[in-house]
């Protein structure tokens, strides 16, 4: 199984 | 007080087509820098970042940094009034409710004013911090938009590997299975029509094949396309708008759980 990773686990809130 | 000519009024409605279909509302930013936007589609898997460089438009005047939040349908909408020739001028008062878009004709035989209302947007502005890539691919936009749009035929995801032996682009579905292979091919005569591949070390990654076929609206702004990966990281797919800015994509990955 494939899971799709969230842009924000990869940048940061400011 | 802002008003930003643009000459090249068209490239504002190419870039509205690529990415009205991914964001819905977004705020728009406008500084001494530029104008420029970043925002995320609902899902929180990809970004869009764009900038149109201060340099780039006619005339442009921004007294003070200011956002703007627009639906982007609606902003589209609204450019497609725009003729391909036209000179495009945003314009808005200090603390309106709204923004007008000019569009003149080149011979100035006609002038028409659309005034969109504004809506206020909660948005985060997000880091992205600058990053080394294994690999960054050159390729004609088109031929990318090809590949994106072939492989989805077949299948939902496609893995991205580049390694020694050029970038591959490889899917599979209930129909079957298709990779497609670009080598390095500098030889010729437009570099527009050339794939170049950096390598510093082979990559491999697996992307939603939707977001990819989405980003690929955005090839009328340019004739190469600029892919960079690396492992663990969202890849940039960017498009580079002549003499003016980028718009950049990324996309987080697909792991294996």
Redesign the interface.
């Known amino acids: 199984m494939q899971r799709q990773k969230s842009i924000l686990s990869f940048f940061q809130r400011p | 007080m802002l008003e930003l000519r643009l000459v090249q009024g068209n490239l504002l409605k190419k870039v509205l087509e690529a990415v009205k279909d991914l964001v819905t509302d977004a705020n728009f930013d406008c500084s001494s820098t530029g104008f420029s936007l970043q925002a995320?589609d609902s899902?929180?898997?990809?970004?869009v970042a764009l900038l149109l460089r201060s340099e780039g438009f006619e005339h442009y005047r921004c007294d003070r940094n200011v956002s703007m939040g627009m639906n982007l349908n609606n902003m589209a909408k609204m450019l497609k009034c725009a003729g391909n020739d036209d000179i495009v001028t945003i314009k808005a008062d200090d603390g309106s409710d709204t923004v007008t878009f000019m569009f003149e004709s080149p011979n100035q035989d006609k002038i028409a004013d659309f005034e969109m209302k504004l809506m206020d947007i909660d948005s985060?502005?997000?880091?992205?911090?600058e990053a080394e890539y294994h690999a960054i691919v050159r390729m004609p936009s088109s031929e990318f938009a090809r590949i994106c749009k072939d492989l989805s035929s077949i299948g939902d995801?496609v893995v991205i590997s580049v390694t020694k032996e050029g970038v591959k682009f490889s899917t599979r579905g209930d129909i079957g299975n298709a990779n497609v292979v670009c080598r390095q091919n500098t030889t010729v005569d437009k570099p527009e029509e050339s794939t170049t591949i950096e390598m510093h070390e082979p990559v491999s990654l697996?992307f939603?094949l939707r977001y990819m076929n989405s980003f690929t609206k955005a090839t009328p702004l340019s004739s190469t396309v600029t892919i960079s990966l690396s492992s663990e990281?969202?890849v940039v797919v960017e498009y580079k708008i002549a003499e003016m800015g980028y718009i950049r994509f990324?996309?987080?990955?697909?792991?294996?759980?």
């Open positions: 995320m899902s929180h898997v990809a970004l985060e502005h997000l880091g992205i911090p995801t697996t939603a990281l969202p990324y996309l987080a990955p697909k792991i294996e759980d």
